[in-house]
């Protein structure tokens, strides 16, 4: 696939970008590193807990989706940076075994005011399992470079 610019970017374009499938072993590891909860990283009290087994942290969910970005978007478009996300959602959790895709759609494109050089695309990412439950979603701002400033 060639490099994207932005021009190529038009709302309501949708793609299903990437794979990616999580194991007890990866959950526990970032959980003990970053988000030391019991559920994500002791199976027998993650069993007592309201999620009833272990479950990924969101922070986990949202590395693995920065990961299908980057190695499924970002290098293939002509990406300036990101001035941030919004509306950040872990409305299911992860499990050990669960296989996730991203899917992501444009829903804003503009050309920067104050940077002839680039535009500004709002995309909505979401990593949905193998059951097709979303169990990240949250809206992107990129910086693109212009094919034709």
Do not use: C
């Not at 021009?7 to 499938?21: I, R």
């Not at 899917?103 to 050309?111: A, G, H, K, S, V």
């Amino acid at each position: 696939m060639s490099m994207r610019y932005f021009e190529d970017f038009a709302v309501g374009d949708t793609q299903d970008l990437g794979e990616a499938t999580v194991s007890a072993a990866e959950i526990v590891a970032f959980g003990r590193q970053f988000d030391p909860q019991p559920f994500h990283v002791d199976e027998e009290r993650a069993s007592a807990s309201p999620f009833g087994g272990l479950i990924a942290s969101g922070w986990h969910t949202a590395s693995l989706a920065m990961r299908l970005v980057v190695d499924h978007y970002v290098s293939r478009v002509a990406s300036l940076a990101s001035p941030g996300v919004d509306e950040l959602r872990w409305p299911t959790p992860v499990r050990p075994g669960d296989s996730l895709r991203l899917r992501t759609t444009i829903l804003e494109t503009r050309r920067s005011r104050t940077k002839p050089d680039r535009g500004l695309v709002r995309t909505r990412a979401e990593l949905l399992n193998q059951h097709d439950q979303t169990v990240l979603s949250l809206v992107a701002m990129n910086l693109i470079r212009l094919r034709n400033p």
